[in-house]
């Protein structure tokens, strides 16, 4: 992963300046994870040092104060339509209750309201990371998405630690703060996907493709009414939906 590779005669312009990207990007997240151990280390340390005694609430899931229940008395009948006809496939193509798809795609529009992602994106993503599992553990990384702790220790700290990871609420707006960390840092969405799933070495962009093909099957799932606007439009400019 990123190394240079001399550019063939027959490369057009814009597969030379993606490689040039990549690269360029390979060089920062290195960079970057340098820095990041060492907030790690100095994280966990005020962590453990000062919140101690402060994490006996926090010692179940490290639930916090929004991570409760999910107010739906807000939600107008156009939401209540697109919310239901996602929710409808998602419970179907991923064997999960009706009552749980819904209440996770209402988190995704919320959070992804918030942070300026398209609520489809949020939604893709746990659906390639988790199968809307929200216990799922798998090579260390934890949650709906997928989360690896020790990457992310400052994030955590704010919920309690490690264990708040496995609450629904916290995994996805802890996910979606890192996944458009990644945006800003690259302006490209396939290569922050790329680097949402650990695989910025693969040139193939398996991933990401995963990722968009989901996000697709959950535009069609809308009513075609709504289908036009399948995310919000803020949100669609903030996250840089057509600038893979």
Known sequence: MGQVTP??????????????????????????SLGA????????????SGQRGESAEAEGLGLDEESTTQDTADISPAEDNRYRALSDSVARRYRVSQEMAYDLVHLAHTVGQQHGLDPLLIIAVIAIESRF??????????GLMQIIPRYH??????????????DPTVNVKIGSRILKDYLRLTGNLGIALQMYGGALGDSDDQYSTKVMNEQERLKQALPSAVRASAAHPSATRSAGLTTR
Do not use: D
């Open 153 to 166: 220790a400052a994030k955590l700290a704010e919920y309690g630690g490690e264990k708040a990871l496995f």
């Open 37 to 48: 151990l060492a907030l790690i280390v100095e994280n966990n340390q005020a962590y453990w």
């Open 7 to 32: 550019s063939l005669p027959g490369e057009t312009n814009r597969g030379h300046a993606a490689r040039r990207l990549r690269e360029a990007v390979s060089v920062m997240v290195l960079a970057a």
């Open 133 to 142: 599992n929200p216990i799922a553990e798998f090579n260390g990384a934890k």
